[in-house]
């Protein structure tokens, strides 16, 4: 007799605790994710920053699963669901592959909003993938290597200026980093520039600092980051962003022009375009983050062997937390296992909320535990206590001991290299587009979709950045990695690099 098919879909929390779960029951796991690793997103900040490297926080998706024998990782960005013949689509190096199965539990995750402006992110990256965090981290150490090299102190203000939107925990934490690392660790370094007079602005449209912690935490939070040199502007909302800064309009109606080299963008989610896919034939609901209207036991209507859960899925206002993923890709795993097995299907889906918490900075966090507030050293405490346990892989949680204890009580940052392919590998591909997609045989392929759907990095991305910036002349890279961004905007760069491909027939 065959034994019953799951797939699943990403490999973030949802998905990987889903395939964990069922280890033990009479199925074949077939695990679908468009990068190789499970990666641990609530300390991307700090490989962003230069305390971790991004080994540390994203363990081998076949490692972790490779004493589960019922368990199969497949390497892929799923394309296509088609629920009525019960098929998932995945393409990966120019190949296509199909999967069948019986049940299938989507955990395809969510990536950064930018409220219908995508051009945004040209200068402003968010923060949830390893590119991103690479990103940020060449355009961050850029910022005061051009600034020691110049000589205009218009140029060496925009340079010195650190914008982050959005004042959830991603941002706070992101804006307290940035402070600690120029006003604490790069402060002997440089001959020409004081590190320590970087500005660090914390924008936010609402009028509180982290809003679901409570107006207490919130409010300790905000006095803390000014504590540590960040300026939060509250009800300040972003119009506009370009590469030499923002424009921010206040509720009182005027607007400020903030020149900014280097903008982070942690300002809401946007859910994964599989939403659509499953709303579409499901006649299921998207909420305004692309989120899929799931019944309350997790699966679509008329389909009760599609499972959606963590942040693709909408309901009764959960958070877009790891532990609501993570208890969601169990309860579907449960589910399953008990309706192979005959029995009555589980009660509808309950949250435990576990709290949440945020660091501010060095030996200073804040954490709401239900009724329970903490903050201080007390919170920054539990906070590391917490994200050591919920590290996969003991490896990672000894060097990001040594990591944390030569950060924390010294004043170094491990991982502090930075490469050009790190910062601009991704616009190069994107503007590049069905021109330059990845093959097996590493040469030009034609896709079929918009490469705007993956934002977030293909499998083998950055082989494929360094090929990409191979089309860039001379000139132009002297450009991408020197004083004046305004003259090489990412849609030049992408139009020199089309024509450089055209003229070499490829």
Known sequence: MRRTRVVVIGSGFGGLFAAR????????????????????????YQVATGTLSEGEIAAPTREVLRRQDNA???????????????MVISSAFGRTNVHVYDELIVAAGAGPSYVGLDRFADFAPGLKSIDDALELRGRILGAFELAELTGDPAELDRLLTFVVVGAGPTGVEMAGQIAELARRRLRRDFRSIDPATARVVLVESGPAVLPTFGEKLGGSARQRLGEVGVEVQLGATVTDVDADGVDIEYTDG?????????????????????????AEQSGAELDGAGRVAVLPDLTLPGHPEVHVVGDLAALDDLPG???????????AATAIKRRIAGKAPLGFFRYVDKGSMAT?????????????HFEGVTAWTMWLAVHLVSIVGFTSRVTIVLHWLLSFIGRGRAQRVATQQQVYGRLALEHLGPRFAPSMSGEHAVVTRPRDEDRA?????????????????????????????????PLRVARHMTSQTADRGE
């Open 21 to 44: 779960a069922l280890r033990r029951a009479d199925v074949d796991v077939t695990l679908i994710a468009r990068t190789g690793h499970h990666l641990f997103q609530p300390l991307l």
């Open 72 to 86: 199969r990782v497949v390497l892929g960005e799923v394309t296509d669901i088609d629920l009525d013949a019960r």
């Open 254 to 278: 005027h607007v400020q022009r903030i020149p900014a080299a280097t903008k982070v963008w942690a300002a809401g989610v946007q859910a994964s375009p599989l939403g659509g896919v499953l």
């Open 321 to 331: 937390q790891a532990h609501v993923a993570i208890q969601g890709g169990r309860y």
């Open 360 to 372: 501010v900075s060095r030996f200073s966090a804040v954490v709401r535990l239900g009724r329970l």
């Open 457 to 489: 990095g293909s499998p083998a991305q950055s082989g494929f950045e360094r090929r990409a910036l191979q089309h860039v002349a001379p000139q132009d890279a002297r450009e991408l990695q020197g004083a004046r961004p305004r003259q090489c905007s």
